[in-house]
């Protein structure tokens, strides 16, 4: 079987780059597939689910904006970022990094070189 070639469509297409927080059936619809054939090209191309490829986009857009942030508002983060809430910003935090939000931020700055003395 030949390797599967992206249609032109899901290259160009604008929801792959949202941050992992379009419906599944709103991106099948819009790049001309199945939902479940999505999930199949989607494993196949990325080598992880929508599901889970969009957990880490919202996370890196977390991580992103704590950069720019001494003192960041935790649930305007967590509502900006599409979480539903602080508490499920700092599960997800926690279960796919290993620390809450306030351990990242702070071995961050501790570790970065404008910080250090």
């Known amino acids: 079987m030949p390797p599967f070639t992206r ?3 899901v290259r160009r297409n604008s929801s792959w780059r949202r941050g992992g927080r379009r419906p599944l059936r709103e991106v099948a619809a819009a790049v001309g597939l199945g939902e479940r054939r999505l999930q199949q090209v989607f494993r196949q191309q990325v080598g992880l689910s929508p599901r889970a490829w969009g957990r880490l ?7 992103r904006a704590l950069r720019l ?16 809430d602080q508490s ?8 796919l ?3 809450t939000p306030t351990e990242f ?3 961050a700055i501790s570790g970065s070189s404008k910080t250090a003395g």
Request: hydrophobic share 45%; proline share 5%; with cysteine.
């Open 105 to 107: 931020l702070g071995r």
């Open 88 to 95: 499920h910003l700092v599960n997800e935090f926690q279960a």
């Open 97 to 99: 990094c290993g620390l």
């Open 57 to 63: 986009a919202r996370l890196h857009a977390c991580v």
């Open 7 to 9: 249609p032109r469509c």
């Open 69 to 84: 942030q001494r003192a960041p508002a935790w649930a305007s983060l967590a509502l900006d970022g599409g979480f539903y």
